[in-house]
């Protein structure tokens, strides 16, 4: 686990409640490129010799994350639209997500003209909880047969279902912090070995 990172959120987030924590100061409204750059280069590091040909992330928030660590591969970088464009044609893959944090549905986008079956896709997101978000992206990737090579989350909220729900279904997932809870208002990571 990233100790910067770690260090950064106990500096920066604020526990809302037991179920979410507040990181506007350098992933959800402000960036932190320099910081950003550093998520980037583990993430790499973790992920050694994979083939990795495009990164795929959700608007808006994993864009910046997705973004550095495409440059680092120097490869081309998706990021599927949670509205249909007005310029999107028919020649979409499409998949619904369900956000039980905003108790709505909605459809996610990726043209087809972006991915093919020789793609080695690794996902980015900035927050694992449920999983609907990564599963709706691995839904719209599949559809073009391209790989899924993992899936990287900036943080993961353990005590959610999200990863578990990823690791079923055999995905390789690699996050960088994994919070084990936000009780009383504090971040309690879960320790582990990288
Ligand atoms: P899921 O995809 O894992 O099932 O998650 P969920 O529906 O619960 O999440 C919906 C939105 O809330 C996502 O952002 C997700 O990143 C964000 N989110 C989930 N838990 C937290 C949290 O503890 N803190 C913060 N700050 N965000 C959280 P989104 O609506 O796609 O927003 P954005 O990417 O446009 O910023």
New binding site residues.
Partial sequence: MMEQLKAKMRAEGSV?DT??????TF??HQVDPIFMLSMAEEWKRRLGDEKITKIVT?????IAPALILAQLYGVEMIFAR?KKSITMDDSIYTAD??????KLSHTITISKSFLTEQDHVLII????????????LCDVIEQSGATIAAIGIV?E?SF?P?RQKLLEKNYRVESLARIAS?NNGEITFIEEKT
Wanted: net charge negative; proline share 0%; hydrophobic share 40%.
């Fill in positions: 809302i179920h979410v924590l507040k990181v506007d992933l959800n959700l608007e808006s928030s994993g949670k997500v369900y956000s039980y944090t905003k997101d900035d927050f694992l909880a449920n999983g609907e978000a990564a599963l709706g943080i909220k959610q999200g936000l």
